[in-house]
């Protein structure tokens, strides 16, 4: 049960910086693995005309406007808690004796009236504009112990605020849809290569940094005459372009074959703003839903269950042949013998039976 608490509180963060799931998300998590009465994390600026931010669970409206918009600044534990490594956990009492706390303004005002009596943190990151910390409220010193828990968290939260402190936009429910339809990895970005949001298995494939990887919120390659190419048709698709370039192979270490990533244009109607879809496509990966319940049914090869899968996601002939390494002729050959077996004449029937076979897909453990 402990370990699926960690798990969950992972998830979250990483759902949260990817568009997938809220802060608030997080900070819930975070409040029932540590036991905590609230709990959750604030981005305190570094210049003196930032703006103060946070994402709490359990916080009493009444202690948050109190904090925000009045008392942050007179925090008592905020300048110890600056004095500690990052990532290193504390707690209330090592800063400010009890005795010396119950005199404050801050504990007078702020804590006690909502019940809280001691509180337990970490510093997570330091960027140039904000200082981001977790923080929890507890009503007994002794319910610390199960911080120890936090403790595991703490490093992936730390990365998934780095990716987007702040959270993302949210996209707008037809373009969200879209990409959680996509039987691949997939993200939407701005015009400058910077994520807005991704699917599960596009978060993933960024997590890993196989080949692309997040740079802060943009997307990076490992060679530069690469990246260049894939940030010229990402501006490209975010100004509208119509034509469909081929797929950029993009190189993945300890693989022999290259990522294909291909870029297409979030339609202007559908997002509001401009922005570009990027799709991951792995010639290594397990075929798609629905094509490996094709590929049984109908005995495929290897070969054809791959061309399958591409063909099932609506690829061209084209964009197959360059991200499986093969000649057209070759693919084309292919697609034949898969359209023998299947009864298929056209991609569209495929694409259709491919769906329709999807339920038969067992995922492995």
Known sequence: MTGSRVTTVIDAAYDAAFGVASWADVAESLRDLSGAVAAGFSLRPTQADGAFQQHWAGLDPGFERLYVEELYQEDPWVEGAARMPIGRTWCGNQFIDDADLVQTRFYNEACAPFGYRDIAGCILAVTPSHTITFGAFVERPAELERFHLVDQVLPHLAR??????????????????????????????????????????????????????????????????????????????????????????????????????????????????????????????????????????????????????????????????????????????????????????????????????????????
């Open 160 to 365: 998934a605020l780095a990716i987007g402190p702040g959270g993302p936009k949210r996209l707008p429910p037809d373009v969200t849809a879209m990409l959680a339809a996509l039987n691949m990895p997939a993200a939407v970005v701005d015009a400058d290569a910077c994520l807005v949001q991704a699917n599960g298995p596009g978060h993933a494939l960024l997590l890993r940094g196989e080949g692309v990887r997040l740079e802060g919120r943009r997307l990076r390659c490992g060679r530069a005459g690469v990246e260049r190419a894939l940030h010229a048709d990402i501006a490209q698709a975010a100004q509208g372009r119509s034509e469909r370039p081929p797929p950029i192979g993009v190189p993945r270490p300890r693989r022999q074959r290259a990522l294909a990533v291909s870029v297409l244009p979030v339609p202007m109607h559908l997002a509001g703003q401009r922005l570009a879809l990027v799709v991951f496509i792995d010639p290594d990966a397990p075929t798609s839903r629905g094509a490996a319940a094709v590929a049984r049914v109908f005995d495929l090869s290897p070969a054809e269950a791959r061309l399958t899968a591409a063909l099932g996601q609506g690829l061209e002939l084209r964009e197959i042949s360059e991200s499986l390494g093969l000649s057209i002729h070759t693919v084309r050959t292919q697609m034949r013998a898969v359209f023998r077996k299947t009864g298929c004449s056209r991609q569209a029937e495929l694409t259709a039976l491919v769906a329709r076979l999807a339920p038969l897909d067992v995922e492995e453990g």
